[in-house]
């Protein structure tokens, strides 16, 4: 059974940085993609960094752009994100996801894409 687990979320203060991980577990994701998404209170859940199985591209939402950098191991069981520069904007909680297999048709989101979700992590910006 493939199991996501998120860590690294905690309060920190605007401008400050955090490096959260996710385990993953159950199976192999060595050449499927991988990703980071974020639910705000009251808002819907969106995709803030994404990294290609074989090619390693990564992929970033707007508002992750320069401040955020998504990575993973070598062994590909571990993914993680270095958020930098955080903003009190940035408080959600922050879900880790990866798709079952390789296959990526052109019209699929990040969102759509992902078949496994880890129950996430909690990250509070104060101003």
């Known amino acids: 059974q493939v199991q996501l687990v998120e860590s690294g979320g905690g309060v920190v203060q605007a401008g400050d940085s955090l490096r959260l991980s996710c385990a993953a577990s159950g199976g192999t994701f060595s050449s499927q993609a991988m990703g980071w998404f974020r639910q705000a209170p009251g808002k819907e859940r969106e995709f803030v960094a994404g990294?290609?199985?074989?090619?390693?591209?990564?992929y970033y939402a707007d508002s992750a752009k320069g401040r955020f950098t998504i990575d993973r191991d070598k062994a590909k069981i571990m993914v993680y994100l270095q958020m930098n520069s955080l903003k009190p904007e940035d408080t959600a909680v922050y879900y880790c996801?990866?798709?079952?297999?390789?296959?990526?048709?052109?019209?699929?989101?990040?969102?759509?894409?992902?078949?496994?979700w880890g129950k996430g992590t909690l990250v509070t910006v104060s101003s």
């Open positions: 990294i290609r199985g074989n090619s390693d591209t990564t």
């Open positions: 996801a990866a798709r079952a297999t390789s296959l990526w048709p052109f019209t699929l989101t990040w969102y759509d894409a992902m078949n496994y």
